[in-house]
């Protein structure tokens, strides 16, 4: 990757100088080392991108489906060459363990392809409804895509995919604390040969170029991703010009441990554990609260104490089963502000705890940590930590579990341990969230990611992904 493309947006095909002058300092998280800066745009140069992707939708808006997925399958295998340099980009920026990073979150740019390919094949843009009326898809328009850091390639191909596979425009503006990665897969679009002005991206930070791109009348929809108090603000400015907005927002995860696991309860608790921690805990869907019958309490709280007192930490450069550190000093804080609350409010900490983790004297190292006999109305019961903290309640049988669960203003996922198959279709019915993970399982390219509640509006992801950024229109014909 040229480095210099870290002070440039793309816009129009091009790599061109921002017109803005802010600067943002880039910063390593495993070190808190300052490595370059990145200039912010300003509400010019998302104005002059909008207008490059106006220009663009006239033409891209007209071509045919099988230009587009000859389009996405070029897409596909240039991100599967490049997953290197992806990987490496998200393990720099974001403290990511290279080993992960390519498999899970570099790996989700190449899963995503896929999906959105399969679930194009089997979509057509015009149906014919049995009252004889034409039903037409078409492209929303100008999307503004407003991406996180937590998972980087992850959200920027769940958006920027769709718009390519329906035939609309964009301008992405990625979180400004991983713009590494956002430079290398502005790359691969520009060698699969993305006609120009289709994918704009400028590099900026919420309160500048995410507020501009939300509100500018050309855009028709906002496809969002971040905390909820972002989101609610997104939606609020949405709502002045009725613009579509689809929104991926916060989580607070209930995983219900039920005794019925029998033998495997050990596996499935260090498996919920280390998912707790995946990505160093910084992931919106993760399972942070742990609600676990009465009858194998105790035993749980030992094993996911020794789960958490035995993850390793270690450099993001370095190969292995580890977690790295959290991605700067305001998430940081933010934890360690929660651990204490844990504390204060009475829960008992079995593993880890405030501070800096040890052997680490620079960067944003936390300590895995897991807390017992915690009630539902503690914060950490409640708030999303966006951390390596798990909180542990005890419960008293199935209609408990699913009561505290749903007790929650988020609904993003959540997740059911059992060895009942029954009992898991009968418990993931009645849990209020987008996805239910049984057993560890994970979800299939293309299926719908999104949450009920306060985590989201809308889906993302395959079929579902793909209508988001499609208009319906029907074509009344007379009938001879």
């Not at 390593?28 to 991108?49: M, N």
Request: glycine share 12%; charged share 20%.
């Amino acid at each position: 990757m040229d480095s210099e493309k870290l002070v440039t947006h793309y816009v129009d095909g091009h790599w061109i100088a921002p017109l803005s002058t802010e600067a943002f300092p880039f910063e390593t998280p495993h070190d808190a080392a300052v490595r370059g800066s990145i200039i912010l745009a300003g509400g010019q140069d998302v104005a002059r991108a909008l207008d490059a992707a106006r220009r663009a939708f006239t033409g891209f808006s007209r071509s045919s489906k099988a230009e587009r997925l000859a389009l996405l399958r070029r897409i596909h295998e240039l991100t599967q060459e490049r997953i290197d340099d992806l990987a490496e980009a998200i393990s720099l920026e974001m403290g990511a363990p290279i080993d992960m990073a390519r498999r899970a979150q570099a790996g989700a740019g190449v899963g995503h392809a896929a999906g959105f390919i399969e679930a194009l094949e089997g979509m057509d843009e015009e149906e014919r409804l049995t009252n004889g009326d034409l039903l037409i898809r078409a492209p929303v328009g100008i999307s503004g895509l407003i991406t996180p850091w937590n998972w980087p390639i992850n959200q920027i191909s769940l958006k920027v995919l769709p718009v390519i596979a329906t035939g609309g425009a964009c301008v992405l503006k990625p979180s400004e604390y991983t713009p590494l990665s956002a430079i290398v897969y502005m790359e691969i679009l520009d060698a699969a040969g993305v006609p120009a002005g289709v994918v704009n991206m400028v590099q900026g930070n919420g309160p500048g170029a995410g507020v501009a791109l939300s509100t500018d009348p050309l855009v028709n929809h906002v496809s969002f991703t971040g905390s909820t108090r972002a989101g609610r603000a997104v939606a609020h400015a949405a709502a002045e010009d009725i613009r579509r907005i689809t929104l991926e927002l916060g989580g607070k995860s209930a995983n219900l441990v039920f005794a019925d696991c029998g033998s495997d309860l050990e596996q499935r608790v260090r498996d919920s554990v280390a998912e707790c921690f995946l990505n160093s805990g910084q992931s919106c869907d993760a399972p942070t609260r742990m609600l676990v019958e009465r009858d194998i309490y105790e035993r749980v709280v030992e094993i996911a104490a020794d789960a958490a007192a035995n993850t390793a930490l270690g450099l993001p450069s370095e190969p292995g089963d580890h977690i790295g550190p959290l991605v700067n000093a305001t998430q940081f804080e933010r934890v360690q502000d929660l651990i204490a609350a844990g504390v204060a409010e009475g829960a008992r900490p079995v593993a880890g705890g405030p501070g800096l983790a040890p052997g680490f004297n620079a960067g944003y190292w936390v300590r895995p940590t897991v807390f017992a006999d915690v009630t539902p109305d503690m914060r950490i019961a409640r708030e999303e930590i966006f951390g390596p903290v798990l909180s542990i309640l005890p419960v008293e049988g199935e209609a408990e579990a699913i009561r505290i669960a749903n007790d929650s203003p988020y609904g993003l996922a959540a997740y059911v341990q059992t060895g009942d198959m029954e009992r898991a279709g009968r418990v993931g019915r009645a849990l209020d969230a987008g996805a239910i993970h049984v057993n560890g399982t994970g979800m299939g390219w293309g299926s719908p990611f999104g949450g009920w509640k306060q985590s989201g509006l809308g889906r993302e992801g395959g079929k579902l992904g793909i209508e988001a950024f499609q208009e319906v229109k029907t074509l009344h014909l007379l009938q001879v």
